[in-house]
Structure formats: structure tokens, C-alpha cells
């Protein structure tokens, strides 16, 4: 059973419709013994780093999940649940969880920020989570930052935006995508099911 996190702050009727799709059993909780008892963790989100560290810490949330982590259990974050999942963000200047060494950094770019739309994912190593996913394919982006890992070898998928930047995370049991897989149609879905089949 896979638990999208609530939070206040995530997309989840978008995410859970994608999982009823591809007929994976899931949960949405902010239950604290659900989140204990779930064999994975999908962090969704939509808006502000500083909002979302506030709404995890005020359910105790932060805590659980750091802890499930650290016991194995499989995560996957999409876009501001990818961003938190690092140690800290310019937006609002927050520390995040930590699980990921590194910095959210805003776009510094002459492009229009944020980036809405289609764009490219360039598959930089074997990814797990793009695993039958042409190169270059089209994912969904909403973000004005972007995650900037310490450890270079953990960005499995990097998108061209004014700079090439790191959209698909994969470090032991942590996952990340800057996009939205719920909204990128096919290949979403298909990372969905990538993921699913790293917990079973």
C-alpha cells in the first residue's frame, strides 16, 4: 500500500486518480500509524517550501518521515515534495527534511519564471524511475526553483531551462521529480508504475 501524503498542500485527487489508473492500491492520510504502516510514501505539492515545512511540522509529519527513510521504506517526491525531501530552500530561506544534501534554488534565468508547461527529461544514468521511458520525453513542469543536489551521481534525469537542471532524483529508497507524472499523461504513468514495482 502506497500513502499519499496530506499535508494541505498536495495535489492529491491528481495523483490519486493516476494511481486508480494504473489500479495500484493506495491511501491518503496524514495520519501519523498510517504513515508508520505503509510500505511507501508519495510527498506531492503545490506552492510555497516554507508553507509546506510549516504543515508538515504542525502534524508531526516531518518526524514520520524522516524516520520511515531511515528504515528503507521507499519515497517518492513530486515537485515541491521532491524539493523538500533537501536540506534547504531559498524560497523563504527554510530548512527542509534533509534527506538529500543539497540547496532549492530559485531560477535565475532570462527564460519566463515559473517554467509552466512541457518539457524535456534527459536520462543520465540506468534510472529506475524512467526505466522504459524514452529519452527526451515530455513531462509536465509547474516551478519557479530547482533542486541542486551536492552529490551529482543522484540526478538520474536533467532538464534544459535557460540551464540543464536536476528533475529526476533517485538516492537508495529516495525519489524525486521536479514535473508533475499525474498530469504528463503516458509516460507519467508510467513512472508511477516504475515506482510502484520498486515496492513490490
Not at 494504473?22 to 510527498?43: C, F, H, R, T
Not at 509529519?61 to 517518492?76: M, R, T
Not at 515537485?79 to 527554510?94: A, I, K, T, W
Not at 538529500?100 to 524535456?120: D, M, R
Request: charged share 25%; net charge negative; aromatic share 8%.
Amino acid at each position: 500500500m502506497i500513502t499519499v501524503i496530506d499535508y494541505d498542500l498536495g495535489n492529491l485527487a491528481s495523483v490519486a486518480n493516476a494511481l486508480r489508473k494504473l489500479e495500484i492500491p493506495y491511501d491518503i492520510s496524514g495520519d501519523i500509524e498510517v504513515l508508520k504502516n505503509s510500505n511507501a510514501l508519495i510527498l506531492p505539492g503545490v506552492g510555497a517550501a516554507g508553507q509546506g515545512m510549516k504543515n508538515l511540522k504542525a502534524k508531526g509529519i516531518d518526524k514520520v518521515v524522516i524516520e520511515q527513510i531511515n528504515k528503507g521504506i521507499p519515497i517518492l517526491g513530486i515537485c515541491l515534495g521532491m524539493q523538500l525531501l533537501f536540506s534547504s530552500s531559498e524560497e523563504g530561506d527554510v530548512e527542509c527534511l534533509g534527506l538529500v544534501k543539497g540547496k532549492v534554488k530559485k531560477f535565475s534565468t532570462t527564460l519566463k519564471v515559473p517554467q509552466i508547461g512541457w518539457n524535456q527529461i534527459e536520462k543520465i544514468e540506468d534510472s529506475i524511475l524512467l526505466r522504459d521511458v524514452k529519452n527526451n520525453s515530455y513531462f509536465y513542469f509547474v516551478n519557479s526553483y530547482y533542486c541542486e543536489p551536492d552529490d551529482g551521481d543522484t540526478s538520474n534525469g536533467k532538464t534544459e531551462y535557460g540551464f540543464k537542471f536536476c528533475s529526476v532524483l533517485e538516492k537508495d529508497n529516495i525519489y524525486g521529480v521536479q514535473f508533475h507524472p499525474e498530469k504528463s499523461g503516458d509516460v507519467g504513468l508510467r513512472l508511477l508504475k516504475n515506482f510502484w514495482e520498486v515496492v513490490c
